[in-house]
């Protein structure tokens, strides 16, 4: 998948669809590809389950995390606002993990033109058929479009990350290819890939054999676990 990602990543999805884990692996593996690659965590919504948590984990990576100080008030975050200008402009790989929803997605759109005047954006749409609200194509059509309207850009991708956490199975993943499908249609855009625990990711490609299977790390856990 990463070989067909724009320069600027955009994640985007419903609350607890996987939008977090995604970036961090994505932004660790454009790293890994010789990319000099920036997470930014854009989510001022949710104190929990943000790239921001995974500032070790970047900073041993040798990549650039850029969070806003004051996540979940509504105080003013200049210093994230002058640091990410200057990053789209740069043109530099950058993954950006956004909030879940409208709520989240309207801190983006603060970004959207200048996002639009680099002309190379991906904003990957992350689903998760077993979260509620996003259990048919129509119920994740409309969070879409809710978060296109607030963030003013759109969609170029659907990723399904559709999981049911540490008792995910293969099979699981494997039937919720039709809801992806009928999904991405719906928003006229290509499902670009189905993300997958590394440590099943082949048996899901036995399953899905006309699918693209991105293996992924599972960082973003549950406090228990």
């Given at each position: 998948m990463l070989e067909h990602l724009k320069p600027i990543t955009i994640i985007v999805g419903h609350y607890g669809s996987g939008k977090t884990n995604?970036?961090?692996?994505?932004?660790?593996?454009?790293k890994a590809a010789g990319q000099d690659v920036a997470l930014v965590d854009l989510d001022t919504v949710n104190p929990y389950f943000r790239s921001a948590d995974f500032k070790g984990l970047a900073?041993?990576?040798g990549i650039e995390l850029v969070a806003p100080v004051y996540a979940g008030t509504n105080l003013d975050i200049p210093s994230l606002t002058a640091r990410l200008d200057a990053l789209i402009e740069s043109g530099r790989?950058?993954?950006?993990?956004?909030?879940?929803?409208?709520?989240?997605?309207a801190a983006l759109g603060r970004y959207s033109g200048l996002i639009r005047e680099q002309g190379a954006y991906d904003l990957l749409y992350v689903v998760n058929r077993y979260r509620y609200l996003t259990r048919t194509a129509p119920e994740a059509l409309e969070?879409?479009?809710?978060?296109?309207?607030?963030s003013r850009l759109q969609v170029t991708g659907v990723v399904n990350n559709s999981n049911l956490g540490e008792i995910t199975t293969p099979e699981d993943v494997a039937d919720t290819d039709t809801f992806a499908k009928e999904t991405a249609e719906s928003c006229?855009?290509?499902?670009?890939a189905v993300s997958v625990n590394r440590r099943f990711a082949a048996?899901?490609?036995?399953?899905?054999?006309?699918r693209k299977i991105y293996p992924i790390s599972i960082y973003v856990k549950k406090p228990w676990e």
């Open positions: 995604l970036a961090v692996n994505l932004a660790l593996d454009r900073e041993q990576a790989p950058l993954v950006i993990d956004v909030g879940g929803d409208d709520a989240g997605a969070i879409l479009w809710e978060i296109q309207k607030a006229q855009a290509p499902l670009l048996s899901v490609g036995d399953l899905l054999r006309d």
